[in-house]
């Protein structure tokens, strides 16, 4: 078994004393260093200049769907609350329109390997809608029809059934991500979110009915009330549910930036120790369960192909977290959907009337963005390798990027040095690996590299890293 996929070793006292708040890395530079100067101009001659590199990178497509019918009291997502289904038509007509002006800047042969739908809740769109917008994304850009593709989306159970999964699953969708959080019902009523163990099960057995390849479920600890006994009988049941995937997120309580978390009760939430405690069943019951742990919050069966991925060396991180298409470029759809085109990150407005007012007026609504420097590169390239693959060969690396190691990161290596005390890493030779101590601290040993975090005047909009 490589370093990079070994049983990570959880030390609570050790945890304890590196949970800060940090970056989840989901890009480099991180989304807080985006800047409002890059703008359509910007984003077109991104596209242009991947349309002609020798071998343009196949598409992947984030489609943002904002609204809810409910709010979820943790929420930190750009989401919109409103059962007023004629508000999907609005936005609809604005999407068209964005795909209609996105999709020729692209070369029509770019193949879309990878399709997202993210919110909100993607299933606010019912079957017709969900059938119209597809069959627009079909005609804009060129599918891949092969079983490889990855079309995914995310879904909640208490507004879908049986039947819309069968339409989704004509419609070509073949991974779905289903939020828990927890099922005890104690936490749910604390968060404004009541769900059944039924709904869930009959979501992911239709999934499976019609054809879909992957079915993940998404947990939280460190909500208010949450228990580590009634935390463990989520598990359980969990297990009984038997995803192939599952994702284990720390609550981000950042009521500050986030007006739903305003409405949690803050005195009901879990201390530190037990909130530790919480992920720390957590990984005992899943790995005993035969889940492998792959890095930060993702869990997946021993043959997954995020699993194989690390194995080969392949595995990626994207905005989506540890992905086997990180190799595309990514088109951001919809308010607020962020986008990775070659060495460019952009996000369109997000808000609706921003979004709205700039395709109104015949404009791209990207609102803000990044061209990489070279700097950004080779860090985005080391904080890559080692949250995916857990070690780091500073000799080839050095080679690849036409640099000496030591001395270009002669700062970064200082750093690490508490860090390989502790025995989170090894330094050896030419090797940085991470070790069964440190798997639970990826966030940690990826910040030495981050050149941003020194300066960031806000760090408080980061999350605790455990």
């Known amino acids: 078994m490589s370093p990079a996929i070994a049983v990570p070793e959880f030390d609570p006292g050790l945890i304890a004393r590196y949970d800060t708040s940090g970056p989840r890395y989901t890009s480099y530079p991180t ?17 242009r200049a991947s349309n002609e590199e020798p071998i343009p990178r196949p598409l992947s497509l984030y489609v943002h769907v904002p609204f809810c019918m409910s709010p979820c009291f943790y929420c930190g997502c750009n989401r919109v609350i409103t059962r007023e289904t004629a508000k999907a038509d609005r936005y609809l007509e604005r999407l068209y329109r964005e795909i209609e002006l ?14 997202h739908f993210g919110g909100g809740t993607p299933n606010f769109l019912d079957a017709p809608r969900m059938r119209e917008l597809m069959e627009s994304l079909a005609r804009h850009f060129a599918f891949v029809q092969a079983p490889s593709r990855e079309f995914g989306i995310e879904i909640d159970p208490r507004f879908a059934d049986g039947a819309y999964m069968h339409v989704l699953g004509e419609l070509g969708f073949n991974r779905v991500s289903v939020g828990i959080q927890d099922f005890d019902p104690a936490v749910q009523q604390a968060v404004n979110r009541t769900q059944s163990v039924a709904q869930t099960r009959e979501v992911l057995a239709a999934a499976r009915e019609a054809g879909f390849a992957s079915t993940s479920v998404d947990l939280i600890y460190g909500l208010p009330r949450q228990t580590l006994e009634g935390f463990g009988r989520t598990l359980e049941a969990v297990i009984e549910l038997a995803p192939d995937r599952v994702a284990v997120y720390g609550y981000a309580h950042l009521p500050q930036l ?27 019951r899943l790995t005993a369960a035969g889940y492998a742990y792959v890095g930060m919050d993702h869990f997946a069966r021993a043959d997954d192909e995020l699993v194989r991925a690390q194995r080969a060396g392949t595995l990626q991180r994207n905005f989506q977290g540890y992905s086997t298409h990180g190799d595309c470029d990514i088109v951001g759809l919809g308010v607020s959907a962020i986008g990775r085109i070659g060495q460019s990150y952009s996000q369109n407005a997000r808000d ?14 990207v609102a803000r963005g990044l061209y990489l420097e070279e700097d950004d590169v080779i860090r985005r390239a080391a904080i890559g390798q080692l949250m995916c693959q857990g070690e780091l060969d500073m000799a080839l690396f050095g080679a690849r990027y036409r640099l000496i190691f030591a001395e270009y990161f002669a700062a970064e290596l200082r750093r690490l040095r508490p860090l390989a005390a502790d025995g989170l890493v090894t330094i050896e030779g030419r090797t940085i690996r991470v070790t069964p101590r440190g798997r639970l601290l990826l966030r940690i040993i990826a910040m030495c590299f981050d050149a941003y975090l020194e300066r960031d005047a806000q760090p408080a909009r980061y999350s605790r890293t455990i």
């Open 31 to 47: 989304a807080p260093q985006f800047r409002p100067d890059f703008g359509e101009t910007d984003l077109r001659a991104a596209v």
């Open 102 to 115: 996105v999709a020729p800047l692209f070369d029509r042969d770019r193949p879309v390997r990878q399709l």
């Open 258 to 284: 986030f007006k739903a978390q305003r409405q949690l009760d803050a005195t009901a939430l879990p201390d530190p120790a037990t909130r530790l405690a919480l992920f720390g069943r957590a990984l005992e």
């Open 352 to 365: 609706l009337a921003g979004y709205y007012a700039a395709l109104d007026a015949g404009r791209l609504p």
